[in-house]
C-alpha cells in the first residue's frame, strides 16, 4: 500500500491523469478496473477517475509494491548535463565564443511563487526548441524548477505562455503548476495583458499615437511585411506619420493578412536615431520589427528589416571601432514590461503582477548625452 499527499504542483488536474503520471507504465484501463474495485481511492472514497485532484488531497494505492514498481518508470533523471552540453555545442555554432549561452543558474527570475514564473530573456536564446536539438529558455526554466527541488514525477513540467523572437531580449512568463498554465494561457489568449517594449531605432521618429496595419507573411522567407492602413496621432493636428502612410489606407488587396496595431511614445529623439516604448496591441510575429521599418525607422541591429550598412555604423560607434570578426551584434528590442490583470485563479497576490525590467542598457543614455549621433 501507499499514500500519495497532493501538492500544488500536482493540483488541478483529474485523478485519472494523476495517476497515469504517476505510473507511465500502466495502461488506463488498469486504473479504471482498481478504481472500480476501489483498490485506488482518492481521501479514502471511490473516484471514477474525473474528479480534480487539489492540495492536500491524499491517494491511497492498495497495491503491492513490485506492482506499482513494475508500472513506474525511474524518477526524472538528471539530463541538465547531457542538455546544457548540446545547449552549448549549438551556441558555439550560432555566436561563436559569445555570451549567449544560459543555464539555470544565469536565470534572472524577475517573479516566482506556486504557481507561475516569470524571467529575463537574454538576446541570442530561442523561446522555444525550432528542432530536436535546441535547448531554449523553456529548457532552462525546467531545470531550475528541478534544481529547486519542485519538479517530481507526477508535476506538470513549466511550460511558457508567451514568446520573443530570438533576439529580442525581455519578460517570459511561464506556468509552473496546471493552474499557473491555465490562468496565463487564458489571459494572453484573451489579450488582457499589457505588453510593453522599449526600442532604439533609425531616423526621427518624434510622435506619439497609435500605427494600424495589415501584414503579410512569407512562410518560405520566415519574413513579413506591412503595409500601413491608418495612423492616429495622440494630439489633434494631423495624422500620425502621414508623410509614410499617405494612400496606404485606400488598398483594397486584403487576402494573406492580419490586421496589426501598435503604440509608439518617443523617450528621446535626435535627428538620426529615437529611443521608443512601444505597446504590442496586436501579437504578430516580427510585427513590431516590420511596422517600423514599414514608416522608416527600423530597430537598430534588425538585419532582416533594417538597412545593414546603418546598422553597422551604429554598433561600430557603440563599441568604438569596426567590428571586424565579432559576432553579430543583438538588435536593440527589449519586452521591458508586462502588466498582468488580477487572477482569481492565482489567489490574492500582489495588486497585480506588474514586471518592468532596466531600459535597454547603456545604448539609450549615450543617446540622450549626444555621444551616438549623427556625424
Known amino acids: 500500500m501507499q499514500k500519495i499527499n497532493i501538492t500544488s504542483a500536482d493540483s488541478g488536474q ?5 495517476l497515469s503520471r ?12 482498481m478504481l472500480r474495485k476501489k483498490n485506488i481511492v482518492l481521501n479514502g472514497k471511490k473516484s471514477d477517475g474525473t474528479d480534480m485532484v487539489k492540495m492536500g488531497d491524499e491517494i491511497t494505492l492498495f497495491l503491492s509494491d513490485e506492482t506499482i514498481d513494475k508500472f513506474r518508470e525511474e524518477e526524472i533523471k538528471d539530463v541538465r548535463t547531457k542538455r546544457l552540453n548540446s545547449y552549448e555545442k549549438h ?8 555570451d549567449k549561452s544560459i543555464t539555470a543558474e544565469d536565470l534572472e527570475v524577475l517573479y516566482e511563487d506556486d504557481d507561475v514564473i516569470f524571467v529575463n530573456k537574454p538576446a541570442g536564446v530561442l523561446s522555444q526548441k525550432a528542432d530536436n536539438a535546441d535547448v531554449s529558455i523553456n529548457e532552462v526554466i525546467i531545470d531550475y ?11 506538470v513540467k513549466p511550460a511558457i505562455c508567451n514568446r520573443l523572437d530570438r533576439n529580442t531580449s525581455g519578460v517570459i512568463s511561464a506556468g509552473k503548476s496546471i493552474t499557473g498554465l491555465k490562468a496565463l494561457s487564458y489571459m494572453f489568449k484573451a489579450r488582457s495583458v499589457k505588453k510593453y517594449y522599449r526600442t532604439i531605432v533609425m531616423g526621427k521618429c518624434d510622435r506619439k499615437g497609435i500605427l494600424e496595419g495589415r501584414l503579410y507573411k512569407d512562410e518560405e522567407n520566415n519574413k513579413v511585411t506591412v503595409e500601413i492602413v491608418s495612423s492616429k496621432e495622440s494630439a489633434a493636428d494631423g495624422n500620425f506619420f502621414d508623410a509614410f502612410g499617405e494612400g496606404a489606407a485606400n488598398s483594397e488587396d486584403t487576402m494573406g493578412c492580419v490586421p496589426v ?11 538620426s536615431y529615437s529611443y521608443l516604448e512601444i505597446e504590442l496591441i496586436t501579437g504578430k510575429s516580427h510585427q513590431i520589427r516590420a511596422q517600423l521599418a514599414s514608416i522608416g525607422n527600423p530597430v537598430i541591429g534588425d538585419f532582416k528589416y533594417g538597412n545593414r550598412n546603418a546598422n553597422m555604423a551604429f554598433l561600430e560607434k557603440q563599441h568604438g571601432g569596426a567590428l571586424k570578426g565579432k559576432i553579430k551584434p543583438d538588435m536593440f528590442l527589449h519586452a ?3 502588466v498582468m490583470p488580477e487572477i482569481e485563479e492565482l489567489e490574492e497576490r500582489a495588486e497585480s503582477i506588474k514586471l518592468k525590467l ?12 549626444g555621444e551616438i549621433d549623427e556625424e
Open 145 to 155: 524548477v528541478r534544481e529547486n527541488d519542485e519538479l517530481t514525477a507526477t508535476s
Open 261 to 271: 496595431k501598435i503604440s509608439i511614445e518617443p523617450l528621446f529623439v535626435s535627428d
Open 358 to 369: 532596466k531600459e535597454i542598457p547603456d545604448v539609450s543614455a549615450a543617446i540622450r548625452t
Open 22 to 33: 504517476y505510473m507511465k507504465n500502466a495502461p488506463k484501463s488498469f486504473f479504471y478496473k
Open 14 to 18: 483529474t485523478l485519472i491523469k494523476f
Open 336 to 338: 521591458y514590461k508586462l
Open 91 to 98: 551556441v558555439k555554432k550560432l555566436y561563436g565564443d559569445s
